[in-house]
């Protein structure tokens, strides 16, 4: 069992930036590594990015390369969203989720079995 904790959302103006933690207790080393999703109002929860805890190897969605930035720290079984120029249409229920610790596809939500209950980002214009 893992306990996923995520933590740092708010309100930021257009352009801003968050950066936001999760934190995995429990049986971590049963996991591959970390992810994000996120669900915006009328829209499917979609994958932001992941990592690792060995390597580490990433992967981000299209729609947030190069302004978010997932990294982690495995001594204190963290991982952190940067996120930058923030936009409204990142709007959203940002979620954490414990990756299983089998099968090659981190893009799929099915591939992750902990979840935390969300962090809420809004993005004003």
């Known amino acids: 069992q893992v306990h996923v904790v995520e933590s740092g959302g708010g309100v930021v103006q257009v352009g801003g930036s968050l950066r936001l933690a999760c934190v995995a207790y429990?049986?971590?080393?049963?996991?591959?590594?970390m992810g994000w999703f996120r669900q915006a109002p009328g829209k499917e929860r979609e994958f932001v990015t992941a990592?690792?805890?060995?390597?580490?190897?990433?992967y981000i969605a299209d729609s947030v390369k190069g302004r978010f930035t997932i990294s982690r720290d495995n001594a204190k079984n963290t991982v952190y969203l940067q996120m930058n120029s923030l936009k409204p249409e990142d709007t959203a229920v940002y979620y954490c989720?414990?990756?299983?610790?089998?099968?090659?596809?981190?893009?799929?939500?099915?591939?992750?079995?902990?979840w935390g209950q969300g962090t809420q980002v809004i993005v004003s214009s």
């Open positions: 990592i690792s805890w060995s390597g580490p190897s990433t």
């Open positions: 989720a414990s990756r299983k610790p089998y099968g090659s596809n981190w893009y799929d939500a099915a591939s992750y079995d902990y």
């Open positions: 429990g049986r971590t080393f049963s996991s591959a590594g």
